[in-house]
């Protein structure tokens, strides 16, 4: 999944980077309000963490031109202050949470995995279909209840398939979730299909399971 960072402190912003990036969670950041919004506009995400307090345009400025663009991108407010009036204000101009500095990792990563479940229908970190299951918060896939172990890269691509299970995915968003600003669009799409081979391999499934959809992409079904 692909998370947008928009946060002025370097360093916090790149800890939350890579505490995600350790999830496997495709990560990328930006240290003003400014270019965090044209990033927003421009790049598909599957959630913002937006930090209030930004130089230029602050995150509730942020927060309010993205729902006017009608942009419903799940967004998790990062705020120093404890007053309720900006709790209230942010929740009121249209963000999904708010946790509030210091923080402790396992409560970022729980809001973090809730906001995407809310954002795809999913109320369980349980994603299930078939005899296939993974849990988004331990990264365990399970097939006939027999543990499978994945590489990063394959396990992001199982998570945004099972996510998006019985709708299709490009190969070119596949490449923009897994591999975020790394991607290369000469030769990605063929990363991509290596890496589909490999996943049927070790989660033995077959071609309709992962499903070819020829000129477009991949669906999962089961």
Not at 190 to 205: S, T
Request: proline share 2%; no cysteine.
């Amino acid at each position: 999944m692909r998370i947008l960072i928009i946060e002025d402190e370097e360093a916090l912003a790149l800890r939350i980077q890579k505490i995600l990036q350790n999830e496997h969670y495709t990560a990328e950041v930006s240290f003003s309000g400014d270019k965090g919004l044209e990033q927003a506009l421009v790049e598909t995400y599957d959630l913002i963490i937006l930090d209030v307090m930004l130089p230029g345009l602050d995150g509730f400025q942020i927060l309010k031109e993205l729902r006017n663009e009608g942009i419903a991108i799940p967004v998790l407010l990062l705020t120093a202050k404890t007053r309720v009036e900006d709790k209230v204000s942010g929740l009121d101009l249209g963000a999904d949470d708010y946790l509030t500095k210091p923080f402790a990792v396992p409560e970022l990563l729980a809001r973090v995995r809730s906001l995407l479940r809310r954002a795809s229908d999913i109320k369980s970190s349980v994603l299930v279909i078939g005899d296939l299951q993974i849990d988004t918060a331990t990264h365990n896939v399970l097939r006939n209840n027999t543990e499978i172990n994945l590489t990063a890269k394959e396990y992001a691509i199982l998570e945004f398939l099972m996510y998006n299970q019985t709708h299709v995915v490009s190969r070119m968003s596949i490449a923009e979730h897994v591999w975020g600003d790394n991607l290369d669009l000469f030769t990605m799409t063929n990363f991509v299909d290596v890496h589909i081979k490999n996943l049927r391999k070790k989660i033995g499934a077959s071609k309709e399971m992962i499903k070819t959809v020829r000129g477009v992409g991949y669906m999962l079904r089961e």
